[in-house]
T-cell receptor
Framework: SAVISQKPSRDICQRGTSLTIQCQVD?????MFWYRQQPGQSLTLIAT?????????ESGFVIDKFPISRPNLTFSTLTVSNMSPEDSSIYLC?????????????FGPGTRLTVL | DQQVKQNSPSLSVQEGRISILNCDYT??????FLWYKKYPAEGPTFLIS?????DKNEDGRFTVFLNKSAKHLSLHIVPSQPGDSAVYFC???????????FGAGTTVTVRA
């Protein structure tokens, strides 16, 4: 299985500022995703992080608000820009390893963001 | 539009008894289904999955049943243990796509 770390694990930020969240995997992966879990809600896919090209965003999410980078097969960042209290969520990185069956999709520990 | 639904927000069960969690989906294109378990302050942990070509998959204490015609699946945990107390998410995807659609989750509490 893939070991995924995220930094920071949690943060409290002021409205209008930006935060970059890092996702590091211990092995090369084919696919990386970013999800969000708002308080009391389910997980919602933000975007697919594509290696070497622009991320693919889901409906309701845009690059200006959530810029994503994926410079190689083991690392990705998600930036939450111009934050508002509505951005308070847990942000999760998810990966599909290069080897293994269809059921192998792993999640990082999450980054708990609180915006004041 | 919620394509995966878990209509029971919570479930309380006595230790040693069976826990049954239900999940419904609306998108007929979904053909792969997964269950994740989540503890507070941790990411979701994969539990068990099932392909639409099967109606049952078993792994230890966990069994997932799929009724494709009813667009319904369930997770059975037997016997339930205190460590099973967590939030359980049902997720679904299409065969050509790894993007997951999640249900709202069911909080399971196992009573000693």
């Amino acid at each position: 299985s893939a070991v995924i770390s995220q930094k920071p694990s949690r943060d409290i930020c002021q409205r209008g500022t930006s935060l970059t969240i890092q996702c590091q995997v211990d092995s090369q992966v084919t696919m990386m995703f970013w999800y969000r879990q708002q308080p009391g809600q389910s997980l919602t896919l933000i975007a697919t992080a594509n290696q070497g090209s622009e991320a693919t965003y889901e409906s309701g999410f845009v690059i200006d608000k959530f810029p994503i980078s994926r410079p190689n097969l083991t690392f990705s960042t998600l930036t939450v820009s111009n934050m508002s209290p509505e951005d308070s969520s847990i942000y999760l990185c998810s990966v599909v390893p290069r080897t293994g069956g269809r059921n192998e999709q792993f999640f990082g520990p999450g980054t708990r963001l609180t915006v004041l | 539009d919620q394509q995966v639904k878990q209509n029971s927000p919570s479930l309380s069960v006595q230790e040693g008894r069976i826990s049954i969690l239900n999940c419904d989906y609306t998108n007929s294109m979904f053909d792969y289904f997964l269950w994740y378990k989540k503890y507070p302050a941790e990411g979701p942990t994969f539990l068990i999955s099932i392909s639409s070509i099967k109606d049952k998959n078993e792994d230890g204490r966990f069994t997932v049943f799929l009724n494709k015609s009813a667009k319904h699946l369930s997770l059975h945990i037997v016997p339930s243990q205190p460590g099973d107390s967590a939030v359980y998410f049902c997720a679904a995807r299409r065969s050509n796509d790894y993007k997951l659609s999640f249900g709202a989750g069911t909080t399971v509490t196992v009573r000693a």
